[in-house]
Structures are given as C-alpha cells and as structure tokens.
C-alpha cells in the first residue's frame, strides 16, 4: 500500500495490508479464550496447595517450592476452589475412590469454560451462530455419553444438523489435531465453518502429595485450567477477517515410546507419570519434523529463524532444548513462553493462546512480519503434530 507526499512523490504507508489467503486453504478466522474464576498466583501456590492437601510434609514443601520457581509460571486458573473441596473434602484423602465426584465436577466445569471461549470467539467473527456448519470438540478432562460436544451445541443454539466431531484423551498434542481436522474438514466441505472448541481442568488428576508420586508435584506446579476456540474456514467471504492460513499439517509418532508419558483413569482419578527422558526425545527428533513442514514452502533458502514460531509450551526444559537444537533466536519462542508464565500448560488449550500471542506480534511487526511459521505440539505416544502456517498480514 503506498500514497502520495506533498511533493507526488510515492511513499510507503506503514499501515499493513492483508495477505491473500490461497484459494481451498483453510484460514484461521477468529479466537477467542476463557478461564474459571479462580487466580492461582504462582507465589501463593505451595501454602495454598500444602493447606488444602493437609500435608506438613517438609520435604514435599521444599520439592514443590523448587518446581514452582523452575516451572516459570507467574498465573494459572482452577476450577477447584474452597467451595468443593469443603463439598468434596474427600478429594484430599490418599486412596478415595473420587472419579464419580471428580465427573461430576469436571463434565460441568469444562462445558461452561467451552461456552464462554465459543461466545467470544464467535463475537470476534460476526457472523451468525447459524453459520457454523461443523463443531471439533477436544478434551481430556470429562467423559460421558453423550460427550461435551453435543451440550456445548445447545448452548450455544447450533443447528441440530451441525456436523460434530469429539476428541478425547489426546493430552497436551490435542490442540493442534483439533486444527489439524477443522482444516481437513474445511478445505473438503466447500462454504463450511468449523468451530473448534478445547476446554481442560485438573480437577481429574488432583490429588494429596506422595512421595511416592513425584510426577504430582509438577502437575500441582505447572498445569493450569481454561478453554479456547477458533473458527476456521476456507475462501474467507470480505466479512470475516483471516489471520492465518493452515497450509500444511503433519502427524508423527515416535515408535517405542508409548510409556514415556502415561496417563491411566482410575477410582481415584487420572494418574500420571512423565519419563525423565521425554526432553531428549523431543530434542533428537525436532530437527527432521520441522524441515518435513518447511519442505512444503518450496523455498530451500528457507531457515529456521525465518520463520515465526508457535510451540506449545509443555514446559520450560522442551522449550529450551528446542531452542537450543535449533539455534533460535531468542524472541522466537517468546510466545509461548509468555502462554507459559500467564496461564500454565492448559493442555490442548495452550497452543491456541499461543498463537493468540504469535498473532498481536505479528501485527505490531507489521510490514516487517514474517509470512511462514510452524505451530507444534508434542504428547502422548510420543506424537508430534505440526502445522505449516501463513500469516495473512504482510506488506
């Protein structure tokens, strides 16, 4: 975009235009994010945890002070307040048979934080709530028949023929196999509009302290709670206003590491354990991943700080040997990092704050934006999704 000076000659406008989408891709809409109303500051956490949990136990404290000081949180959100554990209090008692009541809670909790992303989401958009043709549901936080999916339709007055599609128990990788099949769906189903709804709580994997659990301890210091929602959508109609493109998507697992983070639903609740080694892993096979997305651009002068980065943050060590095995730049990861510090690991729900984070950079770079960039996410199997990303707003 350019105008003329006083004197007619043709200068730059600092204002950025819009990149056109590519004709079939499925583009990224609008976002929109929720959170209970509990704040959990992160100095606030080891006394609140220890007194809710009735241990006194010095050594779990001085644990958990530690982890909470490395995860590099600031804020997280919860569900759990005072109010259910004073109605719950066997949810703080070692071995309680709890899934009926932890149910209880989480199937509720979840849909309301889902509702409230999809309304917010949907308002940014301005379309009517009729227009969405397909709902991609995730979570790893509830379970019932029927699933959140068809509650959250209701709700939210879809039409009773809109197309759903539910995705449960993917872990901290969901949020992006989410994106992965709204744009299979958007790009296959000409005209079609995908809200894509994530919506986790912990309440399922809340527990006292043991040490015979250490894993605990780091859920208690870096998980937090919350929902998002995007639209997606191909050939954007002059209404709407697309942020991103989906150009490329990629699903891969890593043979002979399904037991490094294992999750198993029991009486109790969800139990987790997470292998000291799951860092490497990611580390030996990031490298190879990211060049698979970056070869679909067709430009091999491409590198990795070309790019603009969204990585779900599962915690600061990934994102450090991320870093480093890639030679980023230091702000490549900012993103996600910031995702991190205000709202914990969301889970499926992390990447989408993200790439809110990535898409406010994005414009206040403006012209000097970058127009590639990859969105990853890494979870149980070990699997890795990836997204080859546009950006919409260029010079």
Same mark, same amino acid.
């Given at each position: ?7 007619? $000659? ?30 959990? !500051?992160?100095?606030?956490?080891? &006394? ?32 759990? #307040? ?11 008692? &070692? ?8 149910? &209880?809670? +989480? ?24 227009? =969405? ?20 339709? +209701?709700?939210? @007055? ?31 189903? !000409? ?7 994530? #919506?986790?709580?912990? =309440? ?13 301890? $780091? ?97 600061? +060590? ?16 900012? #993103? ?9 690991? $969301?889970?499926?729900?992390? =990447? ?13 770079? @403006? ?9 990853? +996410? ?18």
């Amino acid at each position: 975009m350019s105008k003329s000076g006083m004197n007619g $000659v043709e200068k730059q406008s600092s204002i950025p235009t819009r990149r056109v989408a590519n004709p079939g891709k499925a583009t990224v809409l609008a976002l929109g994010k929720a959170f209970p109303s509990q704040v959990v !500051p992160q100095e606030n956490l080891v &006394e609140g945890f220890l007194r809710d949990t009735k241990c006194d136990d010095a050594f779990i404290k001085e644990k958990l002070e530690h982890l909470c000081k490395t995860t590099t949180v600031k804020t997280r959100y919860t569900v759990l #307040s005072r109010e259910i554990l004073d109605k719950y209090p066997e949810l703080t008692t &070692e071995g309680s048979p709890t899934i009926q009541q932890r149910l &209880e809670i +989480a199937n509720e909790a979840v849909v309301e934080m889902a509702l409230e992303a999809s309304l917010g989401c949907i308002k940014e958009w301005g379309r009517p709530v009729e227009d =969405i043709t397909h709902i991609v549901y995730v979570s790893s936080s509830e379970i019932r028949l029927p699933g959140g999916d068809l509650y959250l339709s +209701a709700k939210l @007055g879809l039409r009773n023929d809109v197309n759903r599609v539910m995705l449960y128990f993917l872990g901290c990788y969901g949020g992006v196999t989410g994106l992965r099949v709204a744009k299979d769906i958007a790009e296959n189903n !000409p005209g079609s509009r995908v809200l894509l709804t994530t #919506s986790e709580t912990t =309440i399922l994997g809340f527990r006292p302290p043991n040490k015979a659990r250490p894993y605990d301890l $780091v859920g208690a210091a870096l998980f937090g709670d919350g929902a998002a929602a995007v639209i997606i959508g191909a050939d954007p109609r002059e209404c709407e206003a697309p942020f991103m493109e989906l150009h490329y998507a990629v699903q891969q697992f890593l043979p002979g590491t399904q037991n490094v983070i294992d999750g198993r639903l029991t009486e109790e609740g969800i139990n987790f354990k997470l292998g000291r080694d799951l860092p490497q892993k990611i580390e030996d096979n990031i490298e190879e991943f990211c060049e698979k997305l970056m070869g679909k651009i067709g430009d091999e002068s491409m590198e990795f700080n070309d790019m603009f980065w969204a990585v779900h943050p599962g915690g600061p +060590a990934i994102l450090n040997r991320l870093e480093t095995k890639l030679k980023l730049e230091k702000e490549k990861l900012d #993103s996600s990092r910031r995702a991190l510090r205000d709202f914990g690991n $969301v889970s499926s729900n992390t =990447i989408l704050y993200v790439m809110e984070y990535v898409r406010d950079e994005l414009k206040k770079k @403006g012209n000097a934006a970058q127009e590639w960039g990859l969105g990853l +996410a890494f979870g149980p199997g070990i699997t890795f999704e990836g997204l080859l990303i546009r950006s919409l707003t260029s010079p």
